[in-house]
Structure formats: C-alpha cells, structure tokens
Nanobody, 124 residues
C-alpha cells in the first residue's frame, strides 16, 4: 500500500518561509509524478505544484509562482515544497499526492494516493 506522509507545516508570519516534506512509503516513486494541493476552510481543494516523474519538469499555480519551489529526491522517495514570501491567503491544509503516471497533472482526480495533510498557518 502506498502512503505519502507530509511534515513541516506550522505557524509563520507573513513574509516568512516554510519547507514541507512528503515521504512516500510502499514502493519506489521514481517514475511517478508528485504534487502538492491545499485546502483552506470553506474552499475547494486546489492545485499548488507538481513535478514530473520522468524529466523533473514542474508546474505551479499562478498564485504561488515565483514564491514556491517543488523538488524531489528520488533516492529518498521524498518530494519537497519550499514556500517563501508566505501570505495569509496561503493558510490551508497542504496535501501531498502521488500520481501513478510520470506526467504532471493539476487535476486532483488524477492522483491515486494522498497524505493526511499538514496545516500551514500564515499570520498577518
């Protein structure tokens, strides 16, 4: 059974930084795309960033471009989300997801495995 586990969330002031990690156990994800999504209270889950399982290409939501960076360490089966210049509107539960395919997708329905989420709170 595949199980992504997120860590690194917390409380930070606006303008600060956090680094989220997602360690995926159960099998090797070297060829699988991995993504980050987030869900704020009362809102739909939304795409944040994704990284390809083949060539390392990345994709970002417009709201985080230039501030967030997704990366992966295949040897450690881990994906990271470096979040800089955080804003109060970034407050949400952040979820790591694994897609059983190498190509990037921004659609949550295309991801088969999900973590439990980690809370990120940005104070103004």
């Amino acid at each position: 059974q595949v199980q992504p586990v997120e860590s690194g969330g917390g409380l930070v002031q606006a303008g600060g930084s956090l680094r989220l990690s997602c360690a995926a156990s159960g099998r090797t994800f070297i060829n699988y795309a991995m993504g980050w999504f987030r869900q704020a209270p009362g809102k739909e889950r939304e795409f944040v960033a994704a990284i390809s399982g083949s060539d390392g290409s990345t994709s970002y939501a417009d709201s985080v471009k230039g501030r967030f960076t997704i990366s992966r360490d295949n040897a450690e089966n881990t994906v990271y989300l470096q979040m800089n210049s955080l804003k109060p509107e970034d407050t949400a539960v952040y979820y790591c997801a694994v897609r059983a395919a190498s190509r990037i997708s921004a659609a949550a329905i295309n991801y088969a495995y999900w973590g439990q989420g980690t809370q990120v709170t940005v104070s103004s």
